[in-house]
């Protein structure tokens, strides 16, 4: 069944919010509607299955593999009217035009992923694709430290905050990651905070 008007919608938030969940969710909804779905993954995101979309709780669909966002054109079929996209930030910019292309031709185009990497900085092209949807759907986790909405993704080395200046990208989960709030996420070496914090009282410096 076609759509009579293409659209994007993303889907956002922290680590451990329920993306992939929501992301599963609306893929198993347009099924039951009679919808041909065809659900993509970046190859690197391997922490669960190679071939598998699967949420934190559990729940998972078989997906497409992809290195590079091109080839979802390539792999796509005829019938197709959804196309989602699980783990967007892990993918090329291109991303951003082959969904607007996508839309523009009538599909129904469904994105998850991280909107701010473990520095809390824009991640990859998750900043555009949220521009450019019609609808987006910011999700909250709960704070590992305080139970408040968490916004954040804090990365743990040890058991300690990782430092501005690693990697931006390392696969993980729970041992590796936390769901925090603005204030109890922390990033030592952080350049801006550095350079803020100097301007402030030594009691509302920032962390």
Known sequence: MKHRYGRVEVICG???CGKTEELIRRVRRATIAKQTVQLFKPRIDNRYSEELVASHSGQ???AE????S???ITLLQVETSVV???????LDSELVTIVNFLARKGLRVIVAGLDLDFRAEPFGCMPELMSCAEDVTKLRAICTICGEDACRTQRLVNGNPASYNDPIVLLGAHEAYEARCRLHHTVPDSPIIKLYSAHLPESESLN
Not at 65 to 68: S, T
Not at 84 to 90: K, S, T
């Open 84 to 90: 989602a996209i699980d783990e967007a930030q892990f």
């Open 60 to 62: 998972f669909e078989k």
């Open 14 to 16: 922290s680590m451990f």
């Open 65 to 68: 593999v992809i290195d590079l």
């Open 70 to 72: 091109k080839e979802i």
